[in-house]
């Protein structure tokens, strides 16, 4: 099969043939259908720090996908050969505390697909059937190849209650227009959305922002004057890894407000924790999605009309995976898609 691999340590993948995947008796089988890329993937390409610590090459990348079973294991009865599925990116190990009470997503021991064993940039991938999710009838194959990072946006706005109340989103790339649209499909107020970015800046205003600010040359309690606000946010969500975004924030927050923080920062950052302390915030960190209770409300949400589509704005078949890295990258995009099928 074709597959994208990171062959040796170093920058760049290479689409080479390579065997196609065993499946053991608790394992599905996927026929990819489509992929999406991630600042995971871009980071593994570009070999990175990060990456040069964390991927043992070869290694076929990869983790967000919609494909199709093909072939299942022994033990497995509850999919079947021709399921729509997408799969959890997290494989966790089944047996620590978390993970025996229910709590998989908080699994200390969890390895990655597409990071610690091979992904779904591929024609076929191999997962554990605890991390399949069979799609519903009905929803958009492109939405359902980016469940995962759209598990990331909705983990991430449903961390605090925002029903009613002035939410902050600070960084408006794929992660952060997907949580936009949800805060406003779960009936937040005002949706401000922060982002240098002025590209994607439009786009959040096209997924439901009330307003896109360019954090350079606007201050957010202008913002909040300009739309009667008084207390400041009650609810923030870090999708951008900025340290001045998260002060930012904090700076911006109603007393006893909660900030998901879902942004990765490529360095410490040091806070004001006075700011933290006398406001009587909530600080939370969001790692993935809940195994399968985020997945069920995804569902639902596109079933009860939340439309998450504008946020894919490219495509490409998979032979062209370097234009669609160098899409990615450039900043000038959302959801990025592959098509393993062409
Ligand atoms: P992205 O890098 O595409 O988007 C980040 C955005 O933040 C960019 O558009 C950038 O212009 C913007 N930004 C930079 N500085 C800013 C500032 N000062 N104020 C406001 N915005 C600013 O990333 P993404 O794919 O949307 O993911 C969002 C973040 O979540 C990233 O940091 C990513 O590494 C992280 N992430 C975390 C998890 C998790 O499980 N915790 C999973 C996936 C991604
Ligand atoms: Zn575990």
């Not at 800046?201 to 300009?226: F, H, I, N, Y």
Request: with cysteine; glycine share 10%.
């Amino acid at each position: 099969m074709w597959a994208l691999v990171k062959a040796v340590a170093g920058p760049g993948l290479e689409l080479r043939e390579v065997p196609l995947p065993e499946i053991g008796i608790n394992d599905v089988l996927v026929r990819v259908r489509k992929t999406g890329i991630c600042g995971t993937d871009l980071h593994i390409e570009a070999w990175d720090p990060w990456a040069a610590r964390t991927i043992k090459p070869p290694l076929v990348v990869g983790h967000e996908f919609v494909g199709e079973i093909v072939e299942v294991g022994s033990n497995v009865a509850d999919f079947h050969p021709a399921d729509l599925v997408s799969g959890e990116g997290h494989v966790v190990c089944g047996r620590c505390r978390h993970c025996l009470a229910g709590r998989r997503h908080l699994c200390a021991n969890t390895i990655g697909l597409g990071v610690g064993r091979d992904g779904a940039f591929a024609e076929y991938v191999a997962i554990p059937m605890t991390n399949v999710w069979h799609h519903w009838p009905g929803i958009d194959e492109e939405v359902a190849a980016i469940f995962d990072p759209f598990g990331n946006a909705v983990h991430t706005a449903l961390a605090f209650p925002v029903l009613g109340e002035d939410v902050l989103v600070s960084g408006a790339g794929p992660i952060g227009l997907m949580a936009t649209a949800v805060a406003r499909h779960a009936a937040a107020r005002y949706v401000v959305v922060s982002e240098p970015n002025a590209f994607r800046r439009e786009l959040a205003s096209k997924m439901g922002a009330t307003k896109v600010v360019d954090p350079r040359s606007r201050d957010l309690g202008d913002v909040q004057r300009e739309l009667g606000m008084v207390e400041g946010f009650d609810v923030a969500l870090e999708m951008s890894g900025s340290q001045a975004a998260l002060r930012s924030a904090i700076a911006n927050m109603a007393h006893g407000g909660g900030v998901a923080i879902l942004g990765i920062p490529t360095e410490q950052i040091s806070l004001d924790m006075n700011e933290i302390v006398f406001k009587m915030l909530t600080l939370r960190g969001i790692y993935g999605r809940e195994m399968y209770e985020t997945w069920y409300k995804m569902t639902v949400m596109l079933q009860s009309g939340l439309d998450i589509r504008a946020v894919i704005t490219h495509r490409f078949p998979f032979r062209e995976h370097e234009a669609a890295f160098a899409a990615a990258r450039s900043g000038e995009s959302g959801k990025v898609i592959m098509d393993w099928t062409t």
